[in-house]
């Protein structure tokens, strides 16, 4: 293949991968003209609306979710068509260098019908559970274009799940008598959905209008202020010359991003782009580079302690401080990122991949020094959250205004370093908190009408479904926990397929969080209320990379020329190593530190799940220090349960529970017995590839 073809591929790889990641950024339309500043102003002041109820704005929080819920159904009515593209039809329904007429007439009507509940809040709430004509009519006109927006901007699973409920909740008396339900009123359903807080405007869109906007927003003025690519080099100089070097910077680069952007599909866009082209360069196959950047993107949400968005929606759920939530997820998120750098260093000894030269890698020390100003508003919120124990959103909106001063100075001191013009750099710099503050806006509209769908599916539980819900599961799974565990994570596979990872999250803790705790209750097994919702967070992100549908594989297959479905495999492969933590931390409460409160036992219970997590990989990868035998794979899931399940391990054995950590030396020692077994496999491995290198 010559140069040109190869450019053009490379060239035709990157446009896929940017086509996506601009629809995962709300990028729908690209208008022409005078009206292209239309949507990104109303994004701007959307972002300004935001700052202001996190500081002097006082509204009450149904105003709040009106109006956040008001903005992004006007956003996604003007900026994304009809039809992505054009199959049938006038051309208007997929037009996108132009807003239709009959789009600004509907995003007007969504808008209005948002803020209806605003608008008559005096009148609402006096006839609450008594709807008139008009507010039926204003209810299912918001219904019916929250579906419709919902479906343009996420894609049409979360309209029909709900459509679905919707139906049942109508259909229910006439249903077979397993999942016959009492039903409900036009009334009923129109007051619970749209004129009330437990449905449209419940806890998720809350949590989406007062905390995750100020992350997702501080993310944005993060990338635009350059700290993407600060992260990727930062990653590079300090890992890149090790064994596999470029899939261990692509993994750290990959965690810090997702820290902060709470999306697969950009994350890779933006580390990928840099990391898939070295991996290929040092020998790894475009479908393995492309896994790790797949892995490593899709669990960046899980790492504290900015978590994806459905991290926020736990802790209202749970009803404790967001800090909790952290916690919790603290050492399953680092354990499932330590096994894969792992997996990766696995990788490289398969394919004896070295790092890459040092004279090819940026210097550590300066390209620290270089961007150190980024990690400023980093501390800030962390000194926000874990110190100060401030709010989420406090804590946020004091990290996005010294993330602004950084924005603003950043650019006049790079011009006065050059000794250029200072006030073009001023206005270079306004000019970028601008552009994020209208990034900001246009990121959040998929998560708003995520939630605020999302809540209809929840409004209709709480009719009078949970109760049901909860015997249909228990009668599938047979009142066995362990085989209710099993389908609540295929479902959440399977939802979570077409469903932004907060969508997937909301639904499955709906419908089989109270179940696992229920179920796991009525068999003498307590379950922490904290584990159920976890796994169902942890199931919703692994969604993402889920052949055949997981759009993060078929982005980082764009940029490295891979088959996406083959890019998915892999990449679902490698995490399988995290999918094993949710069913370990729902029987094993120590790994989420439920009633621990010391800091060494943590650490140990850190340790203990990173070595087990090790294990786990080597059995499902093939791979120790050699080439597993068959009779080894046993021997790695031994270890894995006793560093991970050390209670049930000693409850075998007859050791008190209190005294369950002595399980832990026990699989170090087994862990130690397969290496001498695999050592002797290296020096052969060893004299045969010399033995290569020779006879070439």
Sequence with gaps: MNTVEEYRQDEAGRKLAQKLADEEAGIGRRVQGPLRFL?????????????????????????????????????????????????????????????????????????????????????????????????????????LLLLEGARRVIGPALPIIAIAFICYSFLGPYMPDLIAFKGTSMSRFVGQMTMSSEGIYGIP???????????????????KAGAGQYFIKLALSLLGGFKGGPA????????????????????????????????????????????????????????????????????????????????????PAFASYAALFYISHIEASKLGIKGLPRHELPPFFATLLSGIHFLVPLFMLLYELIVKRHSPELSAFNAIWVMALIMIFQEPFKAWRKNEQVMPAFKQGFLNIFSALAAGGRNMVSVAL??????????????????????????????????????TALASLIIGMGLPTT????????????????????????????????????????????????????????????PPIATGIQGFMYDIRTAILPFMFIFNSDLILHNVTSWPQGILIFLMACFGNFAFASATQGWFVAKNRFYEVPLFLGV?????????????????????????PMGIALLGIIYLMQRPRIEERKAITADEAFGD
């Design 39 to 143: 949507i990104p102003g109303i994004a701007v002041i959307w972002s300004l609306f935001q700052l202001s109820i996190a500081s002097w704005l006082i509204l009450d929080t149904i105003f709040v979710r009106a109006i956040h819920l008001g903005f992004a159904l006007l956003i996604v009515f003007l900026n994304y068509p009809v039809l992505k593209e054009r199959r049938f039809g006038p051309a208007f329904l997929s037009a996108r260098n132009r807003i239709p007429m009959i789009d600004f007439v509907v995003a007007a009507i969504a808008c209005l019908s948002a803020l209806y509940i605003m608008i008559d809040y005096g009148g609402i709430t006096q006839r609450y559970g008594l709807p008139i004509g008009r507010d039926i009519l204003f209810g299912m006109t918001l219904t």
């Design 205 to 223: 869109l809350d949590v989406s209008a007062t905390i995750v906007f100020l992350f997702v927003l501080f993310g944005a003025m993060l990338d």
């Design 248 to 331: 261990k910077a692509a993994i750290m680069g990959s965690g810090l991003t997702g820290m902060v952007s709470g999306s697969s599909i950009a994350n890779i866009v933006t580390t990928g782009t840099f990391t898939i082209p070295m991996m290929k360069k040092v020998g790894y196959p475009a479908t393995k580079a492309a896994a790790v950047e797949v892995a490593a993107s899709t669990d960046g949400q899980l790492a504290p302690p900015i978590m994806g968005a459905a991290a926020f929606i736990i802790a209202e759920y749970v009803n404790v401080p967001y800090i909790e939530v952290v916690k919790a997820a603290a050492v």
């Design 450 to 487: 995520a939630t605020a769908a999302a809540g209809i599916i929840v409004g209709v539980v709480a009719l009078g479904l949970g109760g049901l819900i909860t015997q249909v599961i228990d009668v599938l799974s047979m009142g066995n926990i362990f085989l209710m565990l099993v389908i």
């Design 503 to 562: 969508a997937t999250y909301i639904v499955m803790a709906s419908l089989t969080a109270p179940a696992i705790v229920m179920i796991g209750g009525a068999n003498d097994f307590i379950v922490p209320l904290m584990s159920a919702h976890l796994f169902c967070f942890y199931f919703g992100i692994l969604a993402d990379d889920t052949p055949p549908v997981g759009l993060a594989a078929y982005a980082a297959a764009a940029i490295a020329k891979s």
């Design 640 to 664: 894995t349960i006793m560093l991970m399940r050390p209670d049930a391990v000693a409850s075998l054995l007859g050791i008190a529970h209190d005294q369950r950590y002595w399980v832990y």
